[in-house]
């Protein structure tokens, strides 16, 4: 079975925190690391095109349908939804950040 190709929307939110991943990243571990952790986030969210529903549902947003996913890279959380045409990347976020805090992710707009 053919899984139907989904365009990705990413969030300004989304935006913002990988922009912060980086620039933490770079301080920590350099700018190589860094940017090779900035590329394979870029690819695994471009990938949500055909492969949205490889990931399991976010433990934290659970619903009937399903819809709210997350990916797991290193110590991150990437949060997105899945809509009837599209995929909506919404947030990225350390693992260590409280449940309660990452619910608030139902509430943002793509």
């Known amino acids: 079975m053919e899984v139907a190709k989904k ?4 969030s300004d ?7 912060n991943i980086y620039e ?24 949500l095109e ?16 399903k819809i709210y996913r997350n990916i ?3 110590s991150y959380l990437i949060i997105y939804r899945i809509r009837a045409n599209k995929t909506e990347v919404l947030r990225a976020f350390h693992g260590s950040r409280s449940p309660r ?8 707009k793509v």
């Not at 365009?7 to 990413?10: A, F, L, Q, S, W």
């Open 24 to 47: 933490y990243g770079e301080v920590t571990f350099g700018e190589r690391a860094a940017l090779i952790f900035y590329e394979d986030l870029k690819i695994i969210v471009r990938d």
């Open 72 to 74: 797991i890279l290193g």
């Open 13 to 19: 939110f989304y935006f913002a925190d990988i922009q």
């Open 7 to 10: 365009e990705v929307v990413r």
């Open 101 to 108: 805090i990452i619910k608030q992710v139902r509430k943002v």
């Open 50 to 65: 055909t492969n949205y529903l490889v990931n399991p549902e976010c433990r934290h947003l659970e619903t009937k349908t």
